[in-house]
């Protein structure tokens, strides 16, 4: 495992974030505990929750939290492993209520600090925007919560670039070094323009824009989605060959052959470019012997700016390939085009 000390902080992370968005949802507390004891073995330190995870399965409360802070416990992993977190996500029950405000990050940093068993975050994230809100009045609330020793360092998941310059200024004003790191959805696979699997209006896809402001400022971005939910690697598993030709024909052939593709998966990804990337993906295979999944990760490894993926498994053989790709020593000229266009399409 490779680690980097992450901009303006003194958290030496792991180069994979372990993401547990389905920690007690699609995986029970016995299997997200194997996940989390192989990542450690592996080297892994870094893993990102958030108080809102499983909150939107009835009766689960914070779960994912409840999950990690039960391993913390069990495993005196506590200090050892670096945890963030977020809060400010809006209510299920009321999502046009914005909960960006004093009253409930203080609620949801509360609860997500009993559940951890800790009295401080290393790392806090706020979950959502309220572009109502004056960029000043947020961070007055975070730097608080800076001086009161409730989190050490703090970032932006799901903001727009717009936002995040206004909020930069602002920290610099203050003399401040400003945003730590940026977490929104970002992976080598393209989304289709509205068809994101996660149809949530709130939700901030990685823009060109956006790759242009990491570029000038030198924030990290941590970026959840990375894999494209496995895009790449469920092409193989079903068969779809590598060819020279990739058109719309080509496409329309190959209908059949991905049958059983989630239609939310075919809505998002399916396009000729991710196809041509797809192509790309197999020729490095064939040359290099890792795994689609290992690659689509160590093109994070190539940018101008610091970059750890968030990846989220449900077994132990997606997290070696996930462990696997930060060993990937590539030339950044072998992904082509890939490494100055954002990754969006």
């Not at 000043?136 to 800076?146: A, F, N, R």
């Not at 994101?196 to 990290?220: I, M, Q």
Request: aromatic share 10%; proline share 3%; with cysteine.
């Amino acid at each position: 495992m490779q680690y980097i000390q992450l901009n303006n902080t003194d958290l030496n992370v792991s180069r994979i974030c372990l993401g547990t968005a389905g920690f007690g949802d699609k995986s029970d507390q016995e299997k997200s505990f194997e996940v989390l004891d192989a990542f450690v073995r592996a080297g892994g330190n870094f893993i990102d929750t958030a108080n809102v995870y499983c909150k939107w399965l009835e009766g689960r409360g914070n779960c994912s939290e409840q999950i990690i802070g039960k391993w913390l416990k069990d495993r005196g992993a506590a200090g050892k492993v670096i945890v963030a977190t977020k809060g400010a996500h809006y209510s299920f029950d009321d999502p046009s209520r914005s909960r960006v405000n004093r009253e409930d990050i203080c609620a949801d940093l509360d609860e997500s600090c009993r559940t951890l068993g800790t009295d401080v975050i290393d790392f806090y994230w706020l979950h959502r925007d309220d572009q109502e809100k004056l960029v000043e009045e947020i961070v007055d609330i975070l730097e608080d919560l800076q001086k009161e020793g409730r989190i050490r360092y703090f970032g932006f998941s799901n903001y727009r670039t717009e936002r995040l310059k206004e909020i930069q200024k602002c920290l610099k004003e203050r003399n401040h070094p400003g945003i730590t790191a940026v977490s929104n959805q970002w992976s080598l696979a393209g989304i289709n323009p509205g068809g994101n699997t996660n149809p949530d209006p709130t939700l901030v896809e990685f823009s060109r824009k956006e790759y242009k402001w990491h570029c000038e400022t030198g924030t990290a971005s941590i970026p959840f989605s990375s894999t494209a939910m496995g895009f790449f690697s469920k092409l193989q598993k079903m068969g779809v060959p590598c060819t020279e030709e990739v058109d719309v024909p080509w496409m329309q052939a190959m209908e059949a052959q991905i049958a059983d593709l989630p239609e939310s998966m075919k809505k998002s990804y399916w396009n000729e470019t991710n196809l041509r990337t797809y192509q790309k993906l197999l020729k490095l295979q064939k040359e290099t012997g890792h795994s689609l999944q290992s690659l689509s990760l160590a093109y994070f490894f190539h940018q101008p700016f610091q970059t750890v993926p968030v990846t989220g498994v449900s077994n132990l053989n997606q997290l070696k390939d996930a462990v696997d790709a930060c060993d990937i020593d590539l030339a950044s000229e072998l992904f082509g085009g890939w490494v100055t266009d954002g990754g969006n399409r």
